[in-house]
């Protein structure tokens, strides 16, 4: 789990890892680019969503618990007869308002409801609008790759343009992402960053060296979001 501690990256670490793409791309015509998001999604709508279901649920099985208990004889089964279906509906009414605002002022809890696997589809789905968004797609040899990291979700992934991946695969990538996040869970995001473009960058030195007209098409940066 990455460090609750570790949601900032401060403007030295961000230096850093920009001065770390500089000097990765120095030695290789691929264009690398790094994006460092807070959270890819609010997750509201899919926490109050999971919280009706789960109010359903409950008041279901309530209700199937009292008519059980009437038909065997058990309590006061006039004194339950005699609840209006209405204050039975308010009760889900006001269960469902009491969760909403619980959620609103303890954000933690969202993430508690919220299953991983969203999360991840979420955060997945940030980093490919991330690659789109700064034109990471359209290098002039297809050698683009994004480094992203969405720390709610404890989220690191590899994007490659095509060209790289014809050449070395995704295998390679998904070892280095393991490895970001494991520096990620010590607290160390522009660390996690930093070894993540030298070991790549190393690695397309290799197979993508850079040529004499090679010019930077993307700027060497780190957007914070």
Same mark, same amino acid.
């Given at each position: ?12 670490? !961000? ?17 690398? @680019? ?5 959270? /890819? ?46 204050? @039975? ?28 696997? #969203? ?28 480094? @992203? #990291? /969405? ?6 992934? #590899?994007?490659?343009?095509?060209? #790289? ?37 190393? !690695? ?22």
């Amino acid at each position: 789990m990455i460090d609750k501690k570790a949601t900032q990256i401060s403007e030295l670490e !961000k230096n850093t890892v920009e001065a770390a793409i500089s000097k990765a791309e120095k030695n290789t015509s691929a264009e690398i @680019f790094a994006v460092l998001a807070q959270r /890819s999604d609010d997750y509201r709508f899919i926490a109050y969503g999971i919280l009706a279901l789960w109010i359903f649920i409950v008041s279901g099985l309530l209700a199937v618990y009292l008519e059980w208990q009437s038909v065997i004889g058990w309590g006061d089964v006039d004194a339950l007869a005699k609840v209006p279906v209405s204050y @039975f509906l308010w009760a889900q009414l006001l269960a469902f308002l009491c969760g909403i605002a619980l959620l609103k002022y303890v954000p933690s809890l969202v993430k508690m409801l919220v299953p991983e696997r #969203i999360a991840h589809e979420r955060a997945h789905a940030n980093a490919v609008k991330q690659f789109l968004a700064h034109g990471i797609h359209h290098t002039d040899k297809r050698t683009g790759v994004l480094i @992203f #990291i /969405s720390l709610q979700e404890q989220y690191g992934e #590899i994007i490659v343009d095509r060209l #790289i991946e014809e050449k070395i695969g995704r295998d390679y990538f998904l070892e280095n992402v393991e490895i970001m996040l494991a520096q990620c869970e010590l607290g160390n995001i522009g660390k996690a960053f930093e070894i993540t473009i030298g070991e790549i960058g190393n !690695k397309l030195a290799n197979d993508f060296p850079r040529s004499q007209n090679d010019r930077n098409e993307l700027a060497d940066k780190l957007i914070v979001m």
